[in-house]
């Protein structure tokens, strides 16, 4: 008995959580625990918007490893747009797609797109500009950066003191560039040198910038060299010794050593600034938006009469074991939403069928054990009898069945990488999530309440109540 509350009180706990996740309540409170919004994530063929398929010039050779990063500098630079829930993933050995909800402006996204991205190592002197500030330099793209300097015109600082400069400072100011990305030979993350230091990253110089980096950062110890990105600051690492030889480290301190991850987008930034292959647009098409929403409408609505359609079914066959299977469906379908928003899934017109799938996942598992049941009500067993044998000897189908789908999902979801299947990876993500919180409601929740419900109908009518 106590074993039986422990289940109730955890179902309790698990219905209350999913509720207070899936429905707009509380919804600052929320913010603040997840610290973003939690709500649906609609994909691009619900929510309208741009796809952009990029490939490499033809006779170009190209790895996974460049196209990922490639993948991952676009969808950085593509965020600038004010787009939420752009994407970009590699498709294939030769292809990147990129998508765009809610975003119909092809000029607009193209022009970012074929942005080659500029890095340049700016000379901000004691002036200090937090990641994001937008300044001006005096390099341009096609000249040559020289060992000449240009005196910016920064805020007024406290002598020794380096202060944080106003956007509106470094708008009127003019920074020189030491270096450019261009520069740069090789650069890779290393571990922390001593306990409690953080990764840092590694770099080295082509010998044509080594001297003209040198003379600086000679002349300029213990002050700022800013990284910057497309003229906006992305770090301002002190510059704690000359580096003549061509070699130097950008490190944090104390609270602010770079983790691994912070370190390696780091080395991205500073590598691959700009794009390490040149991309051309395969195809672009706009996805209206009202057409979305009339997919996503029927979709829900053909959801609706399929459960109220497979309810009426439960509880005219099953009679009691059939309302015990709709509590559970219910539960399970709140849990799985809830893992939507959670993860976040975007969802598309394929994920809200493998999500409908996996439905019928849920109410095979519970027709198993119910139809199990009464077999065993058949041979004369009692109500306690009939419902642990009929679990006993329905599990093996269920777990087999499931996990199989599981194993078939994961494959879906490997192969969706190539070029022209990606959009099977939204199906096989909701279909595999699914069918694992289906496997949970039969073996927690569905259980527990047929346990919970024998105290009751013990000595009812069996053939009234369980349709035997």
Same mark, same amino acid.
């Given at each position: 008995?106590?074993? &039986?509350?422990?289940?109730?009180?955890?179902?309790?706990?698990?219905?209350?959580?999913?509720?207070?996740?899936?429905?707009?309540?509380?919804?600052?409170?929320?913010?603040?625990?997840? &610290?973003?919004?939690?709500?649906?994530?609609?994909?691009?063929?619900?929510?309208?918007?741009?796809?952009?398929?990029?490939?490499?010039? =033809?006779?170009?050779?190209?790895?996974?490893?460049?196209?990922?990063?490639?993948?991952?500098?676009?969808?950085?630079?593509?965020?600038?747009?004010?787009?939420?829930?752009?994407?970009?993933?590699?498709?294939?050995?030769?292809?990147?797609?990129?998508?765009?909800?809610?975003? =119909?402006?092809?000029?607009?996204?193209?022009?970012?797109? &074929?942005?080659?991205?500029?890095?340049?190592?700016?000379?901000?002197?004691?002036?200090?500009?937090?990641?994001?500030?937008?300044?001006?330099?005096?390099?341009?793209?096609?000249?040559?950066?020289?060992?000449?300097?240009?005196?910016?015109?920064?805020?007024?600082?406290?002598?020794?003191?380096?202060?944080?400069?106003?956007?509106?400072?470094?708008?009127?100011?003019?920074?020189?560039?030491? $270096?450019?990305?261009?520069?740069?030979?090789?650069?890779?993350?290393?571990?922390?040198?001593?306990?409690?230091?953080? !990764?840092?990253?590694?770099?080295?110089?082509?010998? =044509?910038? &080594?001297?003209?980096?040198?003379?600086?950062?000679?002349?300029?110890?213990?002050?700022?060299?800013? $990284?910057?990105?497309?003229?906006?600051?992305?770090?301002?690492?002190?510059?704690?010794?000359?580096?003549?030889?061509?070699?130097?480290?950008?490190?944090?301190?104390?609270?602010?050593?770079?983790?691994?991850?912070?370190?390696?987008?780091?080395?991205?930034?500073?590598? !691959?600034?700009? #794009?390490?292959?040149?991309?051309?647009?395969?195809?672009?098409?706009?996805?209206?938006?009202?057409?979305?929403?009339?997919?996503?409408?029927?979709?829900?609505?053909?959801?609706?009469?399929? *459960?109220?359609?497979?309810?009426?079914?439960?509880?005219? !066959?099953?009679?009691?074991?059939?309302?015990?299977?709709?509590?559970?469906?219910?539960?399970?379908?709140?849990?799985?939403?809830?893992?939507?928003?959670?993860?976040?899934?975007?969802?598309?017109?394929?994920?809200?069928?493998?999500?409908?799938?996996?439905?019928?996942?849920?109410?095979?598992?519970?027709?198993?054990?119910?139809?199990?049941?009464?077999?065993?009500?058949?041979?004369?067993?009692?109500?306690?009898?009939?419902?642990?044998?009929?679990?006993?000897?329905?599990?093996?189908?269920?777990?087999?069945?499931?996990?199989?789908?599981?194993?078939?999902?994961?494959?879906?979801?490997?192969?969706?990488?190539?070029?022209?299947?990606?959009?099977?990876?939204? *199906?096989?993500?909701?279909?595999?999530?699914?069918?694992?919180?289906?496997?949970?409601?039969?073996?927690?929740?569905?259980?527990?309440?047929?346990? #919970?419900?024998?105290?009751?109908?013990?000595?009812?009518?069996?053939?009234?109540?369980?349709?035997?």
């Amino acid at each position: 008995m106590r074993n &039986k509350l422990v289940r109730i009180l955890l179902i309790l706990v698990i219905l209350v959580v999913v509720i207070f996740i899936d429905f707009p309540v509380l919804t600052g409170f929320k913010e603040n625990i997840f &610290k973003r919004k939690v709500s649906p994530v609609l994909g691009l063929d619900l929510r309208g918007g741009m796809q952009v398929v990029l490939q490499a010039p =033809e006779g170009y050779s190209i790895d996974q490893e460049t196209l990922q990063v490639a993948a991952t500098i676009l969808e950085n630079r593509s965020n600038a747009l004010g787009v939420s829930e752009v994407m970009f993933q590699v498709a294939g050995d030769n292809y990147i797609v990129g998508e765009f909800p809610g975003l =119909e402006n092809i000029t607009e996204v193209i022009g970012v797109i &074929k942005q080659t991205g500029m890095l340049e190592f700016v000379d901000v002197g004691d002036t200090l500009l937090a990641p994001g500030t937008a300044i001006r330099t005096d390099y341009q793209v096609g000249t040559q950066t020289t060992s000449e300097t240009v005196t910016p015109t920064p805020a007024p600082l406290n002598v020794g003191q380096p202060e944080i400069a106003s956007p509106q400072a470094a708008d009127i100011s003019i920074f020189h560039t030491v $270096i450019t990305g261009a520069d740069l030979a090789t650069v890779v993350v290393t571990p922390p040198r001593n306990p409690g230091d953080g !990764y840092a990253v590694a770099f080295t110089l082509k010998p =044509e910038a &080594k001297q003209v980096f040198g003379a600086f950062t000679k002349a300029n110890i213990g002050k700022l060299l800013a $990284i910057v990105l497309d003229k906006k600051i992305v770090s301002t690492p002190v510059i704690e010794g000359a580096i003549e030889t061509g070699e130097g480290a950008i490190s944090g301190r104390g609270d602010n050593a770079y983790t691994y991850d912070e370190a390696n987008n780091l080395r991205i930034t500073l590598f !691959y600034g700009t #794009l390490p292959v040149a991309l051309e647009i395969a195809e672009s098409r706009v996805v209206g938006p009202t057409l979305g929403q009339a997919s996503l409408q029927k979709s829900l609505f053909a959801a609706a009469i399929g *459960f109220a359609i497979v309810s009426l079914f439960m509880l005219i !066959y099953y009679r009691a074991p059939g309302f015990v299977a709709i509590i559970s469906i219910l539960i399970f379908g709140l849990t799985t939403f809830a893992l939507y928003l959670l993860i976040p899934v975007t969802l598309t017109l394929p994920g809200i069928a493998g999500f409908l799938l996996s439905v019928g996942s849920a109410l095979d598992a519970n027709i198993l054990q119910f139809e199990r049941i009464k077999e065993e009500l058949r041979k004369g067993r009692t109500l306690y009898q009939a419902v642990d044998l009929g679990w006993s000897r329905a599990w093996p189908s269920i777990r087999d069945s499931n996990l199989a789908t599981i194993i078939t999902s994961g494959i879906l979801f490997w192969f969706g990488s190539s070029f022209g299947a990606t959009i099977v990876k939204g *199906f096989a993500l909701t279909l595999a999530l699914g069918v694992a919180v289906s496997l949970f409601t039969a073996l927690f929740v569905t259980r527990t309440l047929l346990n #919970l419900g024998v105290k009751f109908l013990e000595k009812a009518n069996k053939e009234r109540w369980f349709g035997i």
